[in-house]
């Protein structure tokens, strides 16, 4: 019987995690769930898997959450502060499910404890990466990659032979445009942009997916948790999504994980790990699939990958920046204030405008991701020259 964390428990990932949870009462326990403010989810979660305790970061839906939870014996609390407490009570796994750098205090606080931290929480790991891994080697935490394609890769990576591993490629769907041409990419709506084609996300990744600033993030993230330089990760377009990503070793085996685009098989993964668990997705059909195809990406109508590998090379503070500046432009995006191309202008801008000294600590990391904040919010209010 493990004891298990869900930080973000009614996103996307948070609910496929539950789903895995309940279908295994006897081989899980529920101890926090996490929410922004959700709080008829989050409820709903925490009495059908009768968690201990249940958090809402928006202290403002804390009442609230209290009357849904009334007479149940669930524990409640609010506030930023309190979804860290939580992830800090020492649970055996923890499921990283926030979505952007609002995780990366509960991520570091969940790593302190020294349990298994499973990162679907991406952004922490861009913008915090260095810090992050040495705090799970210093604590004995076991940290384990949820995103599908460093999922893939973990598995198919074999530690020992790193030095013989001579590229990873990274798989990408290419997003609901990947057939557009810049001209029609200028008009796109946040509705077209969050209905992707293979796989069923939150608003934020899905609109990353669409720039593919998702694949650049991707590349970050994958620098931080294999010993492997960004020149030797490789970006492919791989528009079924069942080849999940590669590893390329120098005597010419490439190893590959496939799997449906249920992001279950990755998190059943990282809750079996080091077993298997089963999973109820219906296996890959390799004969109906019939096909698998894959192109190189346009670095003319996807400015983000350009940006994110120059972030890559660079490292220090340019990682963070990128990401803070793109989580402004995203959310400014799907509010209606700017356009899908500029998402990567106003990320490019920041970038361009701001390039403070390497952060050493999760403190200086956040002070770099709220100037590049401000610095994209002003490019959101004013336009990008
Ligand atoms: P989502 O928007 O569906 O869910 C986000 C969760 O975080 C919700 O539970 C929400 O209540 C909570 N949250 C939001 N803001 C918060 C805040 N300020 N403080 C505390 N909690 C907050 O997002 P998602 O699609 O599940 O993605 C979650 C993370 O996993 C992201 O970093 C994403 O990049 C990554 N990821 C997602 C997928 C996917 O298939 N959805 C795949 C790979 C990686
Ligand atoms: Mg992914």
């Known amino acids: 019987m493990r004891t298990v964390n869900i930080l973000g428990a009614t996103g996307s990932v948070g609910t496929s995690t539950l789903d895995l949870v309940e279908r295994a ?4 326990r529920v101890r926090a769930l996490t929410a922004h403010r959700d709080v008829a989810g989050l409820a709903a979660a925490a009495i059908r898997t009768r968690a201990e305790l249940a958090v809402v970061a928006d202290e403002r839906s804390l009442p609230a959450l209290r009357e849904a939870l009334a007479g149940t014996g669930i524990a409640t609390a609010g506030g930023a502060e309190a979804v860290c407490e939580a992830a800090a009570n020492g649970a055996d796994w923890t499921m990283g499910a926030i979505v952007g750098c609002a995780g990366l205090r509960p991520t570091m606080a969940a790593i302190a404890q020294g349990g298994t931290v499973v990162l679907a929480n991406k952004e922490p790991l861009v913008s915090a990466g ?12 076991t940290l384990l ?3 599908s394609e460093h999922n893939a890769i973990f598995q198919c990576l074999d530690p020992a032979r790193v030095a013989r591993v001579r590229r990873i490629i990274l798989t990408a769907s290419g997003g609901p445009f990947r057939d557009w041409t810049l001209d029609d990419m200028a008009a796109v709506t946040p509705a077209q942009a969050v209905a992707h084609p293979n796989w069923s996300m939150g608003a934020k990744i899905s609109v990353d997916s669409a720039t593919m600033m998702n694949k650049g993030l991707e590349l970050i993230e994958a620098v ?10 490789e970006i492919v377009i791989h528009r079924q999504s069942v080849i999940h990503s590669l590893v390329d070793y120098v005597d010419g085996s490439m190893l590959a994980q496939l799997g449906p ?9 990282c809750l079996a790990w080091p077993d298997r668990m089963a999973t109820p997705m219906e296996p890959l059909d390799l004969v109906r699939l019939g096909r698998l195809d894959f192109e190189a990406p346009d670095p003319e109508r996807f400015r983000a990958l350009a940006l994110a590998r120059a972030a890559a090379e660079a490292g220090g503070a340019r990682p963070a920046i990128m990401n803070a500046a793109n989580e402004v432009a995203v959310a400014a995006f799907l509010a209606g204030a700017i356009g899908f191309l500029e998402i990567a202008a106003i990320v ?4 361009q405008r701001y ?5 050493e ?3 200086a990391v956040l002070d770099v991701d709220g100037e590049a904040r401000r610095m994209a919010g002003e490019r959101v209010k004013d336009g990008v020259a």
């Open 224 to 233: 931080r948790l294999f010993p492997v330089p960004s020149e030797r990760i």
């Open 130 to 141: 260095d810090i992050i891994t040495a705090a799970a080697r210093a604590s004995g935490a």
């Open 348 to 351: 490019d801008d920041t970038l």
């Open 261 to 269: 685009s249920d992001m279950r098989v990755p998190i059943a993964h």
């Open 361 to 363: 600590t999760i403190d």
């Open 355 to 359: 390039d403070p000294a390497a952060p």
């Open 145 to 147: 990659p949820a995103d």
């Open 25 to 28: 009462p006897d081989a899980f």
